[in-house]
C-alpha cells in the first residue's frame, strides 16, 4: 500500500515539474551604462521576474575581459554567498538583493580607471531557466584648469604660411578632452590660414593630458585680438566646459606715417624748460627711431626724445625719421619748436648817491620775445609800475635796494630782476627809543642800541660822562645808516652816549641808566604801568587799617582804658549814672580836655 502510493506522488511530482518547465522563464533587465567619477562608488542594478522564490535562485555577476572573456566575481544561491578571490574587485564589492522588488545590486567601492568594464547580471531557476543583462560601467575624472602660453616673440604680418601663436594645454582628464581654440570669442576652424596641431599623452595615471599649437596666418588687425582656449569634457551624466584666460600677440606691421609733437610742456616753452617729444609712425615693426635738428641728431628710445634745460637756439624744425631694419625704407615727420626767452634785466644807473631834497630818474628794461611787465619793488612793496622809476624831494626814507622785476605775463615762472642800490647823503641822524631812562639792579648788564641814519655811513662812538669810551658789542652798516649796539655793567647811576659823526655833521643820544640795590629791577616803562595800580591798593589797604584802628579805639574807650594826656595818664573817673565823658586829644597842645555830653567843656580842676 505504502509502495503504491509513494509511486503516485513520485509521478504527480514528476508531472508538475514537466508543466512547471513548459511556463516558469526568469527574465532579466539592466540599463545600458552606469556613470560614476573616480573615487567614488558605483551601483548597478539588475531587476529580475521569476515564479521562483528567492530560495530557488542562483546569482551570479561576471565582468568581461579585454579578450572578450567572462571572468566570474560573485555566486549566490539558496545556500552560499561567495565572492570570487583573487580579482581586482574581490575587496571593493557588495551584493544586496531585494526579493520583494526582484533587485539585485553590485556595490562598487573606490571606483578606478580599470574598472571601466562591462558587467553581467546572470540569474538561473532551479527549473533550468537562465537569463543575463549587461551594463557598462563609465568612469570619469575632471581635468586640471587649463593653461595657455603665447609666443613671446612678436609676429610678422601678412606672411606666407602661419606663425605660431601659443599653445594649451589640459592635464589629467578622462576621458580624453577637447581643446577648442577662439578668437574675439569666434572659434577658429582649421582651413588655409589656420592650422591646429594636438597631441595627447596617455599619464602612468590612466589620465589622458592633451596639448594644442595655434598657427596662422596673422593680419594687422590682429594687434588688438583676444586668443584663449575652451575646453569641453565628460562628466557623469553631461559635459563641462571652461576657458582659459585670453591673451594677446605682438604683431609687427610696416608703418605709413611717421608723427612727432611736443609732449610736454603744453603750450608756450621758454628758456630752462625740459621738452619731451614724442616719435613715432603708425606701424608696429622694429625700426631705428631717431630725431634730426638742423645737422645734431638725437636718438630716440621708446617714442620718447627729452630736451632739458633748452635755449632760443633750440628753435626751429625737428625732423623724426623711422627706418625700418627689414628694408632700410625711411619715413619722416616735422614739428616746429619756439623757446622764448627773457634776457638779464638791465637797471641804469645800478648805483646812485643823493644828496637831500634832489630828484633823480632809473631805467629798467629786459629783451624778451613776448609782452613784458615791468614793477619796481622796496622792501617788499611795489613802489611804482613800468621801465622808469623817478625819485623825487630824497630823504632818508628814500634810501635803500629797489628790486626791478620784469614779468611775462603769458607764462608762469618767466621772470627775471635787478636791484638799484639807492644812498641819500647827509649828516647823521639818530632815531631816539621810546625810552632812555633806565632802572637796572647792580651789577646786571644792560645792552644799549644805537640806529643811526646817514650817508656816508656815520661812526660811532660810545662814551660815558666821564669821558671812557665803552667797546662796541656789535655794529651793521645797513643802506640807510648803522645799527650799533654796546653792552653796559651796571655798577652804579651811569650816563652813557651814542655819539655819530661823517663829514656832514655829527648826532648825540644819552642814556641815563640808575642802579638800583633790588634783586630784581623794574624797567621804567613797567614801573608806569604798574603804578596806578599799586597807587589804589594802598589806598584800599589804609583805608583798612584806619578802620580796623578807629574799631579797636572805640573798644578801648567802651573798658575805659584809653590813656590821658600824650598817653602817660590813665584816665580812672567813674563814670555817672548821668554823665558820659569823651576825651578829645589835641596834638598841638598835647591837653586833654573833658567834654560833657552836650559838649560843654568842663573845668580843669575836674580833670
Avoid at 535 to 548: D, E, F, G, M, T
Avoid at 557 to 576: M, V
Wanted: hydrophobic content about 35%.
Amino acid at each position: 500500500m505504502d509502495a503504491r502510493l509513494s509511486a503516485s506522488l513520485l509521478a504527480g511530482l514528476v508531472f508538475l515539474l514537466h508543466g512547471y518547465t513548459a511556463w516558469a522563464v526568469v527574465e532579466v533587465s539592466m540599463e545600458d551604462r552606469v556613470e560614476v567619477f573616480k573615487g567614488d562608488t558605483a551601483q548597478i542594478s539588475c531587476m529580475f521576474t521569476s515564479d521562483d522564490g528567492i530560495g530557488g535562485l542562483t546569482i551570479q555577476w561576471f565582468y568581461v575581459l579585454r579578450t572578450g572573456e567572462k571572468q566570474k566575481i560573485y555566486y549566490q544561491d539558496a545556500t552560499m554567498q561567495v565572492v570570487d578571490r583573487n580579482t581586482q574587485f574581490t575587496d571593493r564589492i557588495m551584493v544586496n538583493v531585494t526579493a520583494a522588488t526582484g533587485e539585485v545590486v553590485l556595490t562598487i567601492a573606490n571606483v578606478q580607471l580599470k574598472d571601466q568594464l562591462e558587467f553581467i547580471c546572470l540569474i538561473k531557476s532551479l527549473t533550468d531557466g537562465v537569463s543575463e543583462g549587461r551594463t557598462k560601467l563609465l568612469v570619469f575624472e575632471r581635468p586640471n584648469s587649463p593653461t595657455i602660453e603665447g609666443v613671446e616673440t612678436g609676429v610678422f604680418a601678412n606672411e606666407d604660411s602661419p606663425s605660431k601663436i601659443g599653445s594649451c594645454e589640459v592635464k589629467n582628464g578622462f576621458p580624453k578632452p577637447n581643446i577648442t581654440w577662439y578668437r574675439n570669442y569666434t572659434p577658429l576652424r582649421v582651413s588655409d590660414g589656420v592650422k591646429v596641431v594636438a597631441s595627447t599623452t596617455i599619464e602612468s595615471s590612466g589620465l589622458f593630458s592633451v596639448r594644442s599649437e595655434l598657427s596662422l596666418k596673422v593680419m594687422k588687425e590682429d594687434k588688438d585680438a583676444q586668443f584663449y582656449c575652451e575646453v569641453t569634457y565628460l562628466v557623469p551624466g553631461g559635459t563641462r566646459m571652461t576657458e582659459t584666460n585670453p591673451i594677446n600677440i605682438t604683431v609687427y606691421y610696416p608703418s605709413t606715417a611717421v608723427h612727432v609733437w611736443v609732449e610736454s610742456p603744453k603750450g608756450k616753452i621758454k628758456e630752462g624748460d625740459s621738452i619731451i617729444f614724442n616719435c613715432h609712425g603708425n606701424g608696429n615693426m622694429p625700426s631705428s627711431v631717431f630725431v634730426k635738428h638742423g645737422t645734431t641728431e638725437y636718438e630716440v628710445e621708446s617714442n620718447m626724445l627729452v630736451l632739458e634745460n633748452v635755449t632760443r637756439l633750440q628753435s626751429g624744425d625737428y625732423e623724426c625719421i623711422s627706418m625700418d631694419m627689414n628694408t632700410y625704407e625711411e619715413l619722416s615727420g616735422n614739428t616746429t619748436v619756439f623757446v622764448n626767452y627773457l634776457d638779464p634785466v638791465v637797471v641804469l644807473p645800478s648805483y646812485v648817491e643823493m644828496a637831500q631834497g634832489e630828484e633823480r630818474t632809473a631805467t629798467c628794461n629786459a629783451l624778451s620775445s613776448l609782452q613784458t611787465h615791468t614793477a619796481w619793488f622796496k622792501d617788499g612793496q611795489e613802489v611804482s609800475t613800468g621801465h622808469i622809476l623817478m625819485l623825487k624831494d630824497v630823504t632818508f626814507d628814500t634810501a635803500g635796494t629797489y628790486k626791478c622785476v620784469v614779468t611775462v605775463p603769458e607764462i608762469d615762472g618767466m621772470e627775471k630782476m635787478a636791484t638799484l642800490q639807492v644812498h641819500v647823503k647827509g649828516a647823521p641822524e639818530i632815531i631816539k627809543p621810546e625810552h632812555t631812562d633806565i632802572e637796572e639792579s647792580v651789577s646786571s648788564t644792560v645792552d644799549l642800541t644805537c640806529h643811526v641814519r646817514g650817508f656816508p655811513a656815520p661812526s660811532v662812538i660810545w662814551t660815558t660822562t666821564d669821558g671812557k669810551i665803552l667797546e662796541t658789542t656789535s655794529q651793521t652798516e645797513m643802506d640807510d645808516g648803522v645799527h650799533s649796539m654796546v653792552s653796559v655793567e651796571v655798577t652804579s647811576d651811569l650816563t652813557a652816549f651814542c655819539n655819530a659823526s661823517n663829514e656832514y655833521g655829527a648826532d648825540a643820544l644819552a642814556y641815563n641808566i640808575k642802579a638800583i640795590q633790588a634783586a630784581t629791577a623794574i624797567p621804567p616803562e613797567k614801573i608806569r604801568k604798574e603804578s596806578n595800580g599799586v597807587i589804589i591798593v594802598v589806598i584800599i589797604i589804609c583805608i583798612l587799617l584806619l578802620a580796623i584802628l578807629g574799631s579797636v579805639l572805640y573798644f578801648l574807650y567802651k573798658k575805659g582804658k584809653i590813656c590821658g594826656r600824650s598817653g602817660k595818664q590813665d584816665l580812672t573817673k567813674e563814670k555817672s549814672g548821668k554823665d558820659n565823658i569823651v576825651v578829645e586829644m589835641k596834638s598841638d597842645t598835647e591837653d586833654a580836655v573833658l567834654l560833657g555830653v552836650n559838649g560843654e567843656k568842663l573845668p580843669s580842676s575836674n580833670q
